[in-house]
Every structure is written in C-alpha cells, then in structure tokens.
C-alpha cells in the first residue's frame, strides 16, 4: 500500500481514511477554508495547486500570515524561470512540478533533458554549482532501464476514485 498521499484538491473523505490507516496524507488547499479543515485535522502541510491560478509565492505568503503554522507544496505553474523565487521561505515545505521530468521526456527516453533540468533546479535552489552528477545520473539511468526491460516507462501518475487506491503523484 501506499506510504502517502498527495492530492489535488481536499477531500475530507480520503483525508480521515488517510489519517485513520497511519498514512501521510498531503492534500490540495489554496483557500483559508480548506486550509482550516485541514489544520483542524492535524495536518501542518498541504499542496498548494495550482500555484500558479492561486498567485504563486505572493498567495502562499498571503496565507502564511493567517496560518503561520502551515506549510505549502506549491505545484503547478512552476519552471526554472520563477523556481528560485520559492527559495528560502519558511512557508514552503517542498516545491513540486512538472518542469523537471516531463512525461514527454520519460516516454521518449530523452534522459538528458530531465538530467539537464535536475542541474539547473539543482543550481537554482542551492545557488550552487552541481559536480559530479553525470556519473550518478547515468547509473540511475542504467539501474532503471535494467529493471525495466521492456522499455515501458513506469508509471507516475494513477487516479482514482477508490479511497483506498487513492494515489496522486
């Protein structure tokens, strides 16, 4: 089973079940009254998505004045053009996004270009310079091609509407 959680949107349903069964769960809140229901459960982090319709890092700081104690996963309308204004926030639990591995690049094996943007995410969270990475990478590569034979990508993205097979990555 899953380890945790992350959805798009708050359902207080899957919400409980999650909490009941030892589960993380992470869901979607952009509004104070889904933030609140979920503070009210006991959640201290949630998915703010999608970021970029809800005011980006101004909307995530907005809300940190009311909910100080909430962290946010914003996801959805970031790029390594506005990654490095999330950077450094105390608000900010995670970053999430699809900039960094995009379907298209899994599916057509175009590994480069996800390696590409994981030295640059790297570089512009860290303000570092990122060395060395290629060997590693390349392992990666070759460890997930060996366990995956056929050349099918795995999956990264299962929904559905069972509670108890509620998956969202």
């Given at each position: ?15 409980r ?23 009210k ?40 053009s ?38 640059q995410?790297?570089?512009t ?30 999956l ?14």
């Amino acid at each position: 089973g899953a380890t945790f959680i992350v959805t798009p949107g708050f359902d207080e349903e899957i919400v409980r079940f999650c909490i009941s069964n030892d589960v993380l769960i992470v869901p979607g809140c952009v509004t104070p009254s889904e933030i609140t229901r979920a503070h009210k459960l006991g959640l201290e982090v949630v998915k703010f998505f999608p970021a970029n319709v809800y005011g980006g890092i101004a909307g995530c700081s907005a809300l940190h004045g009311p909910f100080s104690l909430m962290k946010f996963i914003p996801n959805g309308g970031i790029s390594l053009s506005n990654l490095s204004s999330y950077t450094g926030k105390p608000f900010i639990h995670a970053i999430g996004g699809g900039w960094l591995c995009s379907g298209k690049d899994m599916q057509n094996g175009h590994y480069e270009n996800i390696k590409k943007a994981a030295i640059q995410s790297v570089d512009t969270l860290l303000d570092l310079k990122a060395e060395n990475v290629q060997t590693a990478e390349e392992s990666l590569y070759e460890n997930m091609i060996s366990a995956n034979p056929t050349g099918i990508p795995p999956l990264t993205h299962i929904s559905t509407i069972n509670i108890k097979r509620a998956i969202y990555h």
